[in-house]
């Protein structure tokens, strides 16, 4: 096998709204959901050559042990009964354990890369099952745009893109356990979203239309933090955000704006260590080489 490589940038999500509906009998818990991709990415290299093993440098962040992108890698080559050194650099930008689908990102990446790679034997659908067997965020983060999840995250809906927005992103705290915050999430009565109070229509019309407010997320009431996330986003909204929010089951907290006021950045950084600016996107991936 001649050495072949190849490389993209793999787009963060956030959640526009996040329900939690009810604990399966698997364990699992169905969900209902806006998924919508921003350009906070990281890049992904594959190369492929002849040999047998995987080994992944990274750039940016430290992930120790079997990840998703080793566990993506072993599960494309054996749907296609094949073997082969892979060798994967990431450079990361998206931060780890912060709510984004940083590493589902990165794994739908390598799926996406390793069937370039080896001339598309498997269709769009083959991969979203192999997507769905990593986790729950990894097809969408293999389509990217703006979808409606439902389920575990894997029903997906596709929706009217948005449009362009500037987007900020605070992660002020370390992530707690998801599984913990779920069981809370169990023992609380916790509101659910209303169909009158969903931003489906105005996300089908102009999102901008919303009076600014806090988009609803389950997880928010679950939240150890909950005070300092409901101050950053009320901050967020009197700087001129339309919408904030929490984003998957935290800590990181998002704002979408028209345009950023300039001095915005410096204020925030001034309170908060990781502060990141991106764009709403209508993809996840897209091939750079």
Known sequence: MKNKKISALTNAKINLELDVLCKRPDGYHDISTVFQSVNLADEVTVEV?????ITIKTEGAVIEGENLVTKATKLFLEK????????IRLKKQIPISAGLAGGSA????????LNRLFKTPLTTDELLDLALHLGAD??????GGTYLAGGIGEKLTPLSYVGDYDVVLIKHHKKG????????????SIPHLSEADSL?????????NIAPQISY?????????????????????????????????GP?????????????????????KEVYTCKTCSYGIKIIE
């Open 252 to 272: 990181t907290v998002f704002g979408l704006f028209k345009n950023i006021p300039d001095s915005l950045i410096d204020f925030l950084k001034e309170k908060y």
């Open 80 to 87: 296609i009964k094949t073997t082969a050194f892979v060798n």
């Open 177 to 188: 356990s998801t599984g913990e915050m779920y069981s809370r999430i169990d023992n609380l």
């Open 49 to 53: 050559k002849d040999g047998n093993g």
């Open 106 to 113: 990165d794994a739908a990446a390598v799926l996406t890369c």
């Open 200 to 208: 489906l229509t105005h996300i089908k019309d102009n999102l901008q």
């Open 138 to 143: 990894v097809p969408f983060c293999l389509l």
């Open 217 to 249: 997320n389950s997880f928010l009431y679950a939240s150890d933090d909950r005070s300092e996330q409901e101050k950053i986003c009320k901050v967020l909204l009197q700087k001129g955000a339309f919408l904030s929010g929490l984003s998957g089951s």
